[in-house]
């Protein structure tokens, strides 16, 4: 066995030991979905712990963000730069008409640092999965949007300053993450066509 082996079995090893420290860690779910009925990890739930634990094991997470990929690397403190695990996700996209690039940037930037954690440290949401789907992983009637939709609709009602309680009477729901998916087509062209029509009779938005 060479040294670079060696090293990067260290990394795997710790990475475990950080997972079962980890899963070993009562932590309180933030988010609450009241339409699916259950809850979930929003990032501040575990970012705190989860780098604690890293920090005890030696372990260092640095995340980078390119046009096309999110990535995190994991290095052991103790070893060379060059070995790491490597863990990526495909960029999304919150592009809206209106809203300032850096407001589209940082949203993404925040549910991609959010999934790289839950993957790194094999987080499981058990009740979002069985709330929302069915046995066979297919989108039943009761679903509702996820982080990136519910981002991009309220970017959206911010941009033609689309009144929150209006909307969700509109749709009938408590609140506007509880938007079922299946009406979130027509909510996003409404609003597209709301903010079009404002830029075009020279509204700011």
Not at 43 to 57: K, N, Q, S, Y
Not at 142 to 162: H, K, N, P, Y
Not at 165 to 183: D, G, H, M, N, R
Request: glycine fraction near 6%; charged fraction near 25%.
């Amino acid at each position: 066995m060479n040294a670079q082996t060696k090293i990067a079995k260290n990394v795997y090893q710790r990475l475990n030991e950080a997972r079962v420290k980890f899963h070993q860690t009562e932590l309180k779910k933030s988010g609450r979905n009241t339409f699916a009925n259950y809850s979930y990890f929003e990032l501040g739930d575990f970012l705190v712990p989860a780098l604690r634990i890293f920090d005890e094991v030696g372990l260092c997470a640095v995340v980078s963000f390119d046009s096309e990929v999110a990535t995190m690397r994991i290095f052991c403190v103790e070893g060379p730069a060059e070995e790491f695990i490597l863990i990526t996700s495909p960029m999304g996209s919150a592009a809206l008409k209106g809203c300032h690039e850096v407001q589209n940037i940082g949203a993404v930037e925040t549910y991609q640092r959010r999934y790289l954690w839950v993957a790194a440290l094999e987080i499981v949401e058990h009740d979002g999965l069985e709330a929302t789907t069915g046995k066979a992983g297919t989108v039943e009637t009761g679903a509702v949007i996820d982080d990136a939709q519910w981002s991009e609709i309220t970017q959206l009602m911010q941009s033609t300053r689309t009144d929150a309680k209006a909307f969700c009477t509109a749709y009938k729901i408590e609140s506007v993450k509880e938007l079922p998916a299946t009406s979130f087509d027509r909510a996003r062209e409404q609003l597209n066509k709301k903010l079009a029509r404002m830029v075009k009779e020279g509204e700011p938005a």
